[in-house]
């Protein structure tokens, strides 16, 4: 009963990928191609979104669900390590048409070929926790 929350959160989540027409590997493919301005407004969208939310929560000093406090940790100023994970996830992307979120919607679309890019996205996830300790965080 707990995990109704995220659940109905998936849900909602869902049909706003869906009518914002954000897991369409046409409309991926066209932002990387330059050819659409549809998919850099959603992202701009999500990227502002994201930055009130974290204002907001360091701000009024927000608890998580648990009560325990989110904390920000400062970085270190490494940008290499961001330019490869993000050349890496944008090739990921730009090949597959879809990251995490729209993978999901595709199949539930009846995009079936997606579950391959579901599978090895998978595969990824559980490399990554296993290698985690060996990289250079």
Same mark, same amino acid.
């Given at each position: ?11 909602i ?14 409309? &991926? ?6 050819? @659409?301005?549809?998919? #850099?407004?959603?992202? !701009? *969208?999500?990227?502002t =979104? /994201? ?18 406090? &989110? ?6 100023? @490494?940008?290499?390590? #961001?330019?490869?994970? !993000? *050349?890496?996830?944008? =090739? /990921? ?6 990251c ?22 998978i595969?990824?996830?559980?490399l ?10």
């Amino acid at each position: 009963m707990k995990l109704i929350k995220f659940l109905f959160t998936g849900i909602i989540f869902g049909i706003v990928m869906a009518k914002s027409e954000a897991f369409s590997w046409y409309r &991926i493919q066209e932002m990387f191609r330059f050819q @659409s301005f549809h998919m #850099y407004v959603i992202i !701009g *969208t999500a990227v502002t =979104l /994201g930055l009130i939310g974290v204002a907001l929560i360091k701000k009024f000093k927000l608890r998580d669900m648990s009560g325990n406090p &989110i904390l920000f940790f400062p970085k270190e100023k @490494s940008v290499w390590r #961001y330019l490869l994970g !993000g *050349t890496i996830f944008g =090739l /990921g992307w730009a090949l597959s048409g879809a990251c995490p979120g729209p993978m999901v919607v595709n199949i539930g679309y009846g995009y079936y070929a997606m579950i391959i890019v579901f599978f090895f996205a998978i595969v990824g996830t559980y490399l990554y926790g296993a290698i985690k300790d060996k990289l250079p965080h």
